[in-house]
């Protein structure tokens, strides 16, 4: 594919002529070295080598081996017109030596790996946008307590300003945190994520110390780069009521406040809703929140980034049968949600992902229009987007992804619905580049709009390549 030149806005396309179009990627599912470079165990490596932790005793020791190819992956990046590339920087790598106490020495080879990524990307003529945390906590973290303890959030915030001072002279997006619910309730609460712990109250104090490290983080940065944009990335749930009874409407709310509200209105209101504390109390007393944290936590947001993928269906659980748990989000014996035992989430209809999870391009549209209501001012950014289907290249060498196609077109229409409707959505990040660790799931969920062959590592473009590629030129869902 030869890249063409962004086709100017066109009366008929609802984006923007500066609307950025990009690809993501997280550091422990593509880059493998994990043990080069200086670079010390996070919570994802001990994780993943604990037998029955992860699907086939997977691990991301080697993954898509990008440390080692990533000026391979940016002249793909280029061959596919990507105007802005996401990526995390593996904490790991930058302060190998971490303790609760003290950040220890910055270690050079990992800075370095970062700082010829941005210049491979600048040179490229892609605009790198930075995540700090994608869920690689450095296991000495964990073991001084993990997100549960408030010195993890102290520590994050040192590193975030050594990445900031060091990169951001040519990065101009810091995004501090991705999906911090998911670091919270699939890591503490069902287990099902490093570090794979089970116990509700853990989960909640972690939720605040992921709200406050974001906030200590975006304030250090702004200190050593005033001109920062600070963003923050949260899985976002369009939670949906199964009927129009009031318990289903009051579950649903329920669900609404502990996957949305409870990270939404500490950052952007500064505080935290009175609905949630009340429904958790049980569980914990929030006594971890300290005087003065919702001030820290509540300091200004340039960009805040939206992860859709599927809606969420909750309905009142009524004692009888077994309590359906189809939210999406793996088995366990332990539940994600904390103080929920009396909500069920049934099964969607069909058509389905290969994750099992239920297609409906309205949930982003009504996200962004929500944001756009309730925050209105506040710039949008969809940071993920993507499905997983069972892909396989083919005798002829090409890998055919109608499904794929279909999914991605259905959604950036989504977004460009939204944008008519007014919401400020600046730039869209599918996801993923590349077929990578998929967490739990290991190697057998195929995100990328790139297959990766892993015993060799060959990059095949896929058909939703070319077609995200077009849709680049074309500035519009074609």
Request: net charge negative; hydrophobic share 40%.
């Amino acid at each position: 594919m030869t890249p063409q030149p962004t086709a100017p806005d066109a009366p008929s396309s609802p984006f923007p002529a500066d609307f950025l179009w990009g690809a993501a990627t997280a550091a422990y599912q593509i880059e493998g070295a994990v043990a080069e470079d200086g670079r010390t165990p996070s919570i994802w490596d001990t994780f993943s080598h604990t037998p029955g932790k992860v699907l086939a005793g997977d691990t991301g020791d080697v993954a898509d081996d990008h440390y080692h190819r990533y000026a391979e992956d940016v002249a793909l990046m280029k061959e596919l017109a990507l105007q802005t590339y996401r990526f995390s920087i593996a904490w790991p790598r930058i302060t190998p030596d971490v303790t609760a106490d003290a950040l220890g020495p910055v270690n050079e080879a990992g800075v370095d790996f970062y700082s010829r990524l941005v210049d491979e990307l600048l040179a490229a003529g892609i605009t790198p946008a930075v995540t700090l945390y994608h869920w690689d906590l450095p296991q000495a973290l964990e073991d001084a307590g993990g997100w549960t303890a408030r010195s993890t959030a102290e520590r994050f915030a040192e590193y975030a300003a050594v990445v900031a001072e060091r990169l951001g002279d040519r990065i101009t997006t810091f995004i501090t945190l991705n999906e911090p619910w998911c670091s919270a309730y699939l890591g503490y609460g069902s287990g099902v994520h490093a570090p794979g712990r089970t116990d509700p109250a853990a989960t909640l104090a972690a939720v605040h110390h992921l709200n406050l490290a974001h906030g200590l983080a975006a304030s250090a940065i702004r200190a050593v780069r005033p001109d920062a944009a600070i963003g923050l990335t949260l899985n976002l749930a369009w939670v949906r009521p199964a009927s129009d009874s009031a318990a289903d409407a009051a579950a649903a709310q329920r669900i609404d406040g502990l996957q949305n509200r409870v990270f939404l209105d500490p950052v952007l209101t500064g505080t935290y809703p009175d609905d949630v504390l009340e429904a958790t109390a049980s569980v914990t007393d929030w006594s971890f929140v300290r005087d003065g944290d919702l001030a820290l936590i509540h300091t200004p947001l340039d960009v805040l980034g939206i992860n859709y993928y599927s809606p969420t269906l909750v309905r009142a659980y009524d004692g009888v049968g077994e309590r359906e748990e189809a939210d999406g989000h793996g088995d366990s014996a332990a539940s994600p949600w904390p103080a929920c035992e009396d909500i069920e989430f049934p099964a969607q209809p069909g058509p389905y992902t290969d994750m099992g999870w239920s297609i409906d391009p309205r949930g982003l549209t009504e996200l962004l229009l929500r944001m756009h209501r309730e925050h209105p001012g506040l710039d949008l950014m969809v940071t993920e987007n993507g499905a997983a289907f069972p892909d396989a290249v083919g005798p002829d060498g090409q890998v055919t992804d109608d499904d794929r196609i279909a999914y991605l077109r259905d959604h950036v229409a989504a977004v460009g619905d939204a944008i008519a409707a007014g919401a400020p959505v600046r730039g869209y990040f599918v996801w993923s580049l590349l077929d990578n660790f998929e967490w739990g799931y290991g190697y057998s969920k195929r995100f990328g709009i790139v297959h990766v062959d892993y015993a060799t590592q060959q990059r095949t473009p896929k058909a939703s390549a070319r077609w995200y590629a077009g849709t680049i030129r074309t500035h519009a869902a074609s």
